[in-house]
């Protein structure tokens, strides 16, 4: 049996359908550039994620916001795997790695991509191939058969500035978050730790992008801390490529990420980024670009020296928005990720004979 050139590729996303953060962006990202290179993509998700795949991606709804013990969740998922007989199976994240461990040789190779840092990574011990989406998380890893590869920005047009998406205050000093409002992104600590700052952010906006459960708990933070002129939360938008190319300053407050997407963004397209020392920025920024630690004022002082010379954060980073703008886009992605795969079902042709 010679390896086929256009693949059948299960994506398996077990998130229950309530939030759409870095994992599932990475998943529809990977399969509408796989589709659109010519495979055939399914993708087994909750039925509320349907609206965010192209008709070019096979969707198909499955019950996954049943624990991933349910019986009847994982008898659906066989049953659905029989009828695509895939070439690959790909979980994403952890409880989709524990899913996909128990179905057996029902797709001739099983991936995993591990997203984030855990404590334990051994829903991924049942797999055939390991994917990391930093150094850092792959270096964690102990199974035999591991590769990194960067989650992508769909970034096409990066050279075709746009104004239209959400715009950002007027005559003032920009400074961005993005992510979900959930307390592992530290929103909290970046409100306070923006407070502290005091004088140093005179003439300064902070905006926060993104929905979550935290929102009205922020909101009261910044109103409590009298912030109201300074700090906006501006709610989930899906372009902010004006807001990046406009922006000073991107803040990631993180108390524990993967590889997050708005690293690969802001450095993409030339705003520099200030962090906790989190997976993603740990691996490619300067070390003067983190700060020491998580709390409120790690993140005051690293803001300070930051604010205090855009200009020299800015040419510190020229290496990694270079390396960003190469490296960290779905294309990249797409075909290192396409070339693991075809690599995995050679080695393993001698099997199925």
Known sequence: ??????????????????????????????ATALAERGHGVHVLAHKTYRDHFPAGVHFHPLPVQLGRRNLWLQLALRRRLRELSPHILH?????????????????????????????????????????????????SLR????????????????????????????????VIAVGRLEAVKGFDALVRAWAILGPSADNCHLTIFGEGSQRERLAR???????????????????????????????????????????????????????????????????????????????????????????????SQRSAMAFARETLTVKAMAEQTETLYQKAITERQATWK
């Open 1 to 30: 049996m010679t390896s086929p050139t256009r693949l059948t590729i299960a994506l398996l996303l077990a998130t229950p359908g309530t939030t759409w953060g870095g994992m599932e962006q990475h998943t529809a990202d990977l």
């Open 91 to 139: 979980a994403q994240g952890n409880k989709a790695a524990q899913l996909a461990g128990k179905t057996g040789k029902l797709a001739r190779v099983r991936f995993g991509t591990v997203h984030g840092t855990k404590s334990s990574h051994k829903a991924f011990d049942r797999l055939d191939e390991i994917v990391a989406v930093s150094p850092r998380i792959l270096g």
């Open 143 to 174: 199974h035999p058969h591991k590769h990194l590869i960067y989650n992508g920005v769909n970034s096409e047009c990066q050279q075709i500035p746009t104004d239209e998406g959400p715009s950002l205050p007027a005559d003032v000093t920009n």
């Open 221 to 315: 933070l910044i109103q409590h801390s009298d912030l109201g002129d300074s700090i906006t939360l501006a709610g989930f938008s899906k372009n902010l490529e004006p807001v990046f190319r406009k922006a000073e300053l991107t803040v990631i407050s993180s108390e524990r990420e993967g590889f997050p997407y708005v690293l690969a963004e802001s450095l993409i397209y030339g705003c520099p980024v200030v962090s906790t020392p989190v997976s993603g920025p740990r691996d490619l920024l300067p070390p003067s670009s983190l700060s020491a630690g998580h709390q409120d004022r790690d993140l005051a002082d690293l803001m300070a020296r930051a604010l205090a010379n855009l200009e020299a954060l800015k040419q």
